[in-house]
């Protein structure tokens, strides 16, 4: 089921078997037939760490989602509610354990906090006069959670918006927390890197909770010789550049979630022979992705301007085999050639979903000579579209730009305010998108990074943006702006001195000749913008931060390396030629593309260190900007 | 680096950012079509054993993988016959599992008191039993125990000093999870009864860390009071004003909420925002009299644009450049006494424009560009450029000479000729190419005009000339 998870540099397979397990001994603690009443949003996540097989195994005979009211009938022993420890979700369970029937055989209430129990939330019931009907009351330590064979996610959505905006660093607890879990299974790293406030903060408390917990070393050779902390801060600005990689234009499009991408069917609709039109499927059709997939694992990381050639070969490659049947002619040869068709088949099924992916990418990316009929949108899920279309008849101002064409423009305003063009200026494309009403976060997205490409927007430049946005989005957005302003993402030009193209041109974070088809540079997974965050991981590998000091200072946050004992004899002993590891993480988010990059890394023949990959959530620039927008109240209509 | 020459093609054709595009010689398309055929002539050859297809991972047609979790909550949930679906499993001791011999709890458990970890016992016990149980906890130990996930209770911590003392411990601990709950637990709903504001933020001040996260659990509960007090006394009045403003979501009466905004505007906000507050003000002010009008209007039923266009939605709460379309649908010429004069330029133009042609008042957006000069002559100016015009108007289905007309005003020869092309307008297209004295590309424009027509003869004309010289 899992086995992608063990095929990487470090088995993740066992942090998603110690996590099963966990959850097996919850199960068992509550003897009996069960119930299980989830928190939605959980169900993502844990459908990393255990199908509905399991938990049938420890007689989990009913599910359902949390609701108010009355809990549905069961004739089960135990309800076990499944929460985040969110203070509204407990109004709910109270609700429902208040109104259970006490005419009919008791059930016992079980609560099990993920990933941590809160003190506030057990208060909460205690106020409702419930807590007393728990007879459990745990939690499941789920903080990391392995998404891929190199990839852990805590998926947890507000991470950035609570660090860098609310300042509430509880999510930098759990994240030191479930780096101590990741210690013990996988044992003591040694060297810690660290670049941002939050990164400092978060070495901090490990180093202290390693003092605390000494005396319980684990014996285990240590798997990782290097952690890097990374705040998203640091580099603000690759996330709001549109990824390029096919699997990062697949989130920027569709949106990923937990693994999953839901798809518009058209594409996916199947004709049998003989059979005349079927009806087409109206439901979205959803996939997942990972690289369990072979053919996926392949081509998720390369430039979409690469896939096109590398699905043909493929197709080659499988049409040929399945000519082999030709060829054939012996019982044997038959029978292994039989053997294979099951492995070919699912191939086959492969290339022809990703065939339609990449087809369904390419009507928005690429620009034809004729315009294509107007695509769906590319950012129609987004908010207040909706409102503004509604209102008087039709939309104000019709989009008179194809899905194509508003994706090419878009990408070379980003282009330019990335290679440092005309950055201190009212760009005409965002004033136009403007006009034109495109989504809100299409727009907050580009401003923001000319305002991190400008090292902040000259008051003039910033007032007329406010203002466009507010008057042709509505005021409200006064509270997003602030929002944003607060994390740094849009700022006023303080100095005169506009330090982004120094950083640019240390780091090298353009690259003219990026190499979409044969990659010779991590600037490829954005068409020429090597992301920052990379840079500085590679940099670190070789040659160290020592060379760019200069602009380490100019980048946000302390940088630091700390060092932890190793108990004698779990030294590694290294082998010539052998790879170093380096866990990277990413705390505030992380895209991707940016993934993409250092997968690169690890692939490169003289590279010389692998890396694991961890962050608070995988992001992309719209999933960004919306968790930084303020709440608003559901449009009247 | 890149801007050294002036030439805008030279720039795109050399340019450093480069755009993400296709290569012409190498034809994406096609390798994606011959994939798409490779595929389709393998699934004809495998037809018989498409039943069985998706052998990664089963996927149930509503698209959720079977077997996952969500695609069980609605199986079993939905399920009426339940006993049948899912067979008992005796309750006795279940299977011996194997699997790593890891778990994540286990390894944390020599840290705590393995017995007591998983109960919260502490809070079912008698009231008697319980005091005497903490009273002599230290800030440490009661940090410690809360860290573990004990219940405890902090009433023994009374005065400022012993708060103070246990808020930092739990601010040492850096779990954010203790920090709020003595935050909140212990002092601050009770004590904002009793003891003055300022002492209190004074002490929070200097703590950073826990104020921080008490301003968020606020913010999270909605303790809107609460918080408005605290960042008074805070002197963080920008966010003070900030969160009184927000209110204003939640009122859904739109007279209340327009006194509530009024009464924001007093506020401190940040310098740029009071007057954007101030415009928010105005604008439903003057949103709720056009509504009542207008509604008035189309009940009575004699308006003739609420005819062809019947209101959709109502106007209220609708971003000022919405407001200024409708507004421009209606009344055109009344615009600047209804709305503030913020609007730019360019937007109040292609506002109006859009609504002009919309209703298809095409004299109405020939006087939205003209323009007098001190001679007395008329001429056609434009703020947005006119490529852009002719794209709204096109998309409004303006008449062939209406288009035409605003072809004709575009300044750039390439782009004025390309829209010319792409909207029909033939004699555009051969006058320019007359004047270029173009020959050859008026040859191929003739090839893509009607035999016979007008265009077609005059093109013929023209190339019979024998005045011009031609360049090729």
Same mark, same amino acid.
């Given at each position: ?96 354990? %208040?109104? /259970? ?9 079980? %609560? ?8 506030? $939330? ?69 060297? %810690?890197?660290?670049?941002?406030? $939050? ?21 285990? #050779? ?25 699997? @990062? ?139 503004? !279309? !509604?209102?008087?008849?039709?939309? $104000? ?114 690259? /003219? ?37 200069? &602009?380490?200072?100019?980048?946000? @946050? ?10 004698? @004899? #779990? ?67 | ?12 054709? +050399? ?23 490779? !595929? ?26 079977? @077997? +996952? ?21 005796? +309750? ?7 699997? +790593? ?7 944390? *458990? ?117 918080? &408005? ?17 927000? /209110? ?35 604008? #439903? ?106 794209? %709204? ?13 605003? !072809? ?16 029909? $307008? ?31 003869? *005059? ?14």
């Amino acid at each position: 089921m899992a086995a992608h998870l063990s095929y990487g540099r470090v088995n993740l397979n066992i942090l998603r078997e110690a996590a099963r397990k966990d959850l097996r001994e919850f199960l068992d603690k509550c003897a009996g037939s069960k119930a299980i009443v989830w928190d939605e949003y959980l169900t993502g996540p844990f459908g990393l760490i255990a199908q509905y097989s399991l938990l049938k195994e420890h007689e989990v005979e009913k599910m359902f989602t949390l609701k108010g009211g009355r809990l549905p009938a069961a004739e089960v022993k135990n309800i076990i509610f499944f929460v985040r420890p969110r203070l509204e979700l407990m109004d709910i369970i109270a609700e429902n354990v %208040i109104s /259970e029937d006490k005419m009919r055989s008791p059930r016992d209430f079980h %609560i099990l906090f993920v990933p941590r129990r809160s003190l506030l $939330c057990e208060q909460r019931l205690k106020e409702r006069g419930v807590l007393g009907s728990f007879i459990n009351v745990d939690e499941y330590i789920l903080d990391l959670i392995p998404y891929d064979g190199d990839l852990l996610s805590m998926e947890s959505e507000g991470a950035f918006r609570e660090c860098y905006l609310e300042n509430d660093q509880t999510s930098l607890y759990h994240t030191a927390k479930g780096l101590m879990t990741l210690q013990a299974l996988y044992g003591t790293i040694p060297q %810690i890197f660290g670049k941002g406030e $939050c990164a400092r903060h978060v070495a901090n408390m490990m180093l202290r909770m390693k003092r605390e917990f000494a005396g319980c070393q684990t014996q285990v #050779l240590p798997v990782f010789d290097t952690l890097l902390l990374l705040d998203r801060n640091v580099d603000l600005l690759t996330p709001l550049a549109t990824q390029l990689t096919y699997e @990062g234009l697949i989130d920027e499009i569709y949106g990923i979630n937990n693994g999953y991408v839901k798809l518009p069917p058209e594409k996916f609709a199947q004709k049998k022979q003989g059979e005349g039109e079927k009806d087409l499927p109206t439901e979205p059709k959803k996939l997942q992705l990972n690289s369990a997939e072979e053919l996926y694992a392949e081509i998720r990381d390369k430039n979409f301007n690469a896939v096109g050639a590398a699905l043909s070969k493929k197709a080659k490659i499988i049409s040929a085999a399945f000519e082999e049947r030709h060829n054939a002619k012996t019982v044997g040869e038959i029978k292994q050639f039989v053997s294979q068709l099951p492995h070919m088949q699912a191939a086959r099924t492969s290339l022809a979903n990703h065939t339609s992916i990449a087809e369904l990418i390419k009507d928005i990316t690429s620009r034809q000579k004729i315009p294509p009929p107007l695509h769906p949108g590319l950012y129609l899920t987004l908010l207040h579209f909706s409102i503004i !279309v !509604v209102l008087c008849c039709i939309s $104000c101002v019709p989009p008179y730009v194809s899905a194509s064409e508003a994706f090419f423009d878009n990408l070379t305003v980003e282009q330019e305010f990335m290679t440092g063009v005309d950055t201190d200026k009212v760009n005409t494309y965002i004033e136009d998108c403007i006009a034109q009403k495109d989504p809100l976060i299409k727009i907050l997205r580009l401003v923001c990074m000319q305002s991190v490409c400008n090292n902040g927007l000259k008051q003039k430049v910033l007032d007329y943006y406010k203002r466009e946005i507010l008057q042709t989005y509505g005021y409200e957005h006064i509270l997003t702006l602030n929002n944003l302003e607060k994390t740094g993402l849009l700022k006023l030009q303080t100095s005169t001195r506009n330090n982004y193209p120094t950083i640019r041109k240390t780091l090298k974070l353009w690259m /003219e000749d990026a190499n979409e088809q044969n990659p010779n540079d991590i600037s490829y997974v954005y068409s020429g913008y090597a992301p920052l965050s990379v840079r500085l991981t590679q940099l670190l590998a070789r040659p160290g931060w020592r060379s760019i000091e200069e &602009v380490l200072k100019m980048l946000p @946050g302390p940088h630091f390396e700390e060092r932890q004992q190793l108990p004698a @004899g #779990l030294h590694k002993k290294r082998q010539q030629g052998e790879n170093r590891t380096t866990l990277v993480f990413f705390l505030g988010g992380v895209t991707y593309a940016e993934i993409a990059a250092l997968r690169f890394l690890s692939q490169m023949e003289d590279g010389g260190t692998e890396y694991v990959i961890a962050t608070t959530k995988l992001i992309n620039g719209t999933t960004w900007i919306k968790s930084l927008m303020d709440r608003l109240e559901e449009p009247p209509f | 680096m890149m801007r050294s020459k002036p030439d805008e093609d030279d720039y795109w054709n +050399s340019s450093k950012c480069r755009a993400f595009t296709f290569d012409d010689d190498y034809d994406e398309l096609s390798s994606l079509k011959e994939s798409k055929r490779a !595929v389709n002539s393998i699934r004809q050859f495998v037809v018989d054993e498409d039943e069985d297809e998706d052998d990664m991972v089963k996927v149930s047609w509503s698209g959720e993988p079977i @077997g +996952s979790i969500t695609w069980s909550i609605k199986e079993t949930a939905s399920s009426t016959k339940q006993e049948q679906s899912f067979p008992k499993i005796d +309750s006795g001791p279940s299977l011996p599992r194997q699997g +790593s011999g890891y778990s994540l709890s286990s390894l944390f *458990k020599a840290f705590s008191e393995p017995s007591t970890r998983n109960f919260a016992p502490e809070l079912r016990k008698p009231k008697s039993e319980y005091k005497d149980y903490v009273s002599d906890w230290s800030p440490e130990e009661t940090v410690k125990r809360m860290q573990r996930g004990k219940f405890c209770s902090l009433e023994t911590f009374r005065s400022l000093k012993d708060k103070m003392q246990l808020l930092d411990q739990a601010v040492c601990a850096n779990d954010g999870n203790v920090i709020t709950a003595v935050c909140t637990h212990v002092f601050l709903q009770k004590y904002f009864l009793q003891c003055k504001l300022e002492v209190l933020s004074r002490e929070l001040m200097s703590r950073d860390v826990a104020l921080r996260h008490y301003i968020h659990y606020l913010k999270e509960m909605g303790e809107q009071k609460l918080l &408005v007090e605290l960042f008074k006394s805070l002197g963080r009045t920008e966010d003070m004003a900030l969160l009184q403003y927000r /209110e204003h979501l939640s009122i859904k009466d739109e007279v209340r909420r327009k006194e509530y905004l009024k009464s924001c505007i007093s506020l401190p906000f940040p310098p740029d925002d009071a007057g954007h507050v101030q415009d928010h003000y105005t604008l #439903l002010e003057r949103q709720i009299i056009i509504e009542a009008n207008d509604k008035h209007l189309e009940n009575k039923g004699q308006v003739e644009v609420f005819k062809k266009h019947p209101r959709k939605a109502s106007i209220l709460n609708m971003p000022i450049i919405t407001t200024l379309y409708y507004s421009c649908l209606q009344f055109p010429f009344k615009l600047s006494l209804t709305l503030p004069s913020t609007i730019s330029e360019k937007q109040y133009l292609l506002t109006a424009l859009s609504a002009r042609a919309k209703l298809k008042e095409w004299l109405d957006v020939g006087s939205l560009f003209t323009t007098k000069n001190w001679l007395g002559y008329t001429k056609k100016r434009s703020p947005i450029g006119f490529h852009r015009v002719v794209d %709204i108007l096109h998309k409004n289905n303006a008449p062939a000479q209406v288009l035409q007309e605003y !072809v004709c005003l575009v300044e750039d020869p390439n782009l004025k000729i390309s829209l010319a092309q792409k909207y029909k $307008c033939h004699d555009i297209v051969i006058d320019m190419y007359k004047d270029q004295k173009d020959r050859q590309q008026l040859i191929v424009y003739q090839g893509k005009v009607e035999r016979g027509s007008p265009e077609d003869k *005059k093109i013929q004309d023209i190339l019979n000339n024998t005045q011009i010289r031609w360049k090729n």
